[in-house]
């Protein structure tokens, strides 16, 4: 079975600031591994995804993640955060061999002016 | 392009009421549905998932039940609500396959007084 661990259930920052948020995972075989926000009632969106080739993945919205296998991470980072990136986020986790995902408990980002 | 449509956005309604949430998804055929809730300050507790008509697999037992009666819908459902069925509700799909990443629609708040 897979876990995903959220260090940090919330990170304030100031705005125009650098941001991580830390995800650590656990599996037994090999995964994708996803990043996904969520605004205030509102639906979760993708934010980016490894799925394979480079570690470090571009997403949406100026984010990226590094996939660090060896220390079975992803952290998220985004070196400038506006006001607009208040919101949660979850890192999660699809083995290869099924269709199973799994999310982390979700860390709130609040940016403050 | 891929739609989803989840409603209602808000429900309220007495403890010992019957519920009924309805998801459906446009633009695709034999998704992989899903229904997640999501209570005050967690994460995501996944309640079931289907990979196909009628094919309804139970993650938790509970108070509440799903169906798919068509390739599209998936309906989640309760005879009698209880207080701790309160939470944020929302339904996913992805395409079936090993890639599959999920897409959320924009979630049912209901609130069981």
């Known amino acids: 079975a897979q876990s995903v661990t959220q260090l940090d259930s919330q990170v304030p920052v100031f705005e125009e600031a650098p941001v991580e948020l830390r995800c650590n995972y656990s599996?037994?075989?090999?995964?994708?591994l996803f990043w996904y926000v969520q605004y205030p009632n509102q639906g979760l969106q993708l934010l980016l995804k490894y799925l394979s080739g480079s570690t470090l993945v571009k997403g949406i919205n100026g984010f990226e993640a590094e996939f660090n296998k060896s220390q079975t991470s992803f952290h998220l980072r985004k070196p400038s955060v506006h006001i607009s990136d208040t919101a949660e986020y979850f890192c999660?986790?699809?083995?290869?061999?099924?269709?199973?995902?799994?999310f982390g408990a979700g860390t709130r980002l609040t940016v403050k002016p | 392009s891929q739609t989803i449509h989840q409603w209602p956005a808000t429900l309220v309604q007495p403890v010992g009421s019957p519920l009924s949430l309805e998801c459906t998804v446009e633009?695709?055929?034999?998704?992989?549905l899903y229904w997640y809730r999501q209570a005050a300050g967690r994460g995501l507790q996944l309640l079931f998932y289907?990979?196909?008509?009628?094919?309804i697999s139970s993650e938790v037992p509970q108070n509440l039940s799903a169906s798919r009666p068509q390739d599209r819908q998936f309906i989640l459902s309760s005879k009698k609500l209880l207080l701790s069925d309160s939470g944020f509700y929302l339904c996913?799909?992805?395409?079936?396959?090993?890639?599959?990443?999920?897409?959320f629609g924009a979630g049912t708040r209901l609130s069981v007084l």
């Open positions: 633009g695709t055929s034999n998704p992989n």
């Open positions: 289907s990979v196909g008509i009628g094919q």
């Open positions: 999660a986790v699809s083995p290869y061999n099924n269709n199973d995902m799994r």
């Open positions: 996913a799909w992805a395409h079936g396959g090993r890639r599959n990443i999920q897409y």
């Open positions: 599996s037994s075989v090999s995964v994708y």
